[in-house]
């Protein structure tokens, strides 16, 4: 069956608004959601993901137990904004290796935008290869690769992904 223009196919996802404030510091960007995520509307939505649990351990706080708007909430009072550097792919299933066609987002553009931005951390080389390609150099701006919160993603152990999050506090301190 053709596609009408303008039409997208069932194949091709879209990414969510972007979850900051005036008052951002540090941006974490991923990829695209996958299709837990999308199912339920929330970023790192799928039980395998250990974002909101590496998050966690960055803050010392327990952020999967919260309710989602709550985490946001709390993410957004300490300066954290959550993000996506595509804008849409065709993919099928959740894997970044199965994305094609992507549409990429205008990262330069946006965190000219975002007056308190003092550091990007990207989850993911597919974030970070995206991520970096437009943003180059920045002064004052750190950008820092993060190992994936995926569960995919099961090179390292889950407590190498912790260490390797933990740099993250320097980007809140």
């Known amino acids: 069956m053709a596609l009408r223009p303008g039409q997208m196919s069932a194949q091709r996802k879209a990414a969510f608004p972007p979850s900051v404030d005036a008052h951002t510091k540090l941006l974490i960007l991923g990829s695209l959601p996958g299709d837990a995520s999308i199912k339920q509307g929330e970023y790192y939505a799928h039980r395998g993901n250990a974002f909101w ?9 327990a952020l999967r137990g919260q309710p989602y708007a709550m985490r946001l909430k709390r993410l957004r009072a300490l300066g954290i904004g959550l993000w996506d550097v595509i804008e849409s792919a065709e993919r099928p299933g959740s894997l970044d290796s199965s994305i094609r066609g992507a549409e990429l987002r205008d990262l330069g553009l946006f965190v000219e935008r975002l007056p308190a931005l003092r550091a990007i951390g990207f989850n993911g080389k597919t974030a970070a290869t995206h991520g970096r390609r437009q943003l180059g150099e920045r002064p004052g701006l750190t950008l820092i690769d993060l ?18 999050w933990m740099v993250l506090r320097d980007a809140l301190a």
Do not use: F, I
Request: no cysteine.
């Open 53 to 61: 649990d590496l998050l966690g351990d960055v803050l010392g706080e």
């Open 147 to 164: 190992p994936s919160s995926s569960g995919a993603y099961a090179s390292l152990s889950r407590e190498a992904k912790r260490q390797a």
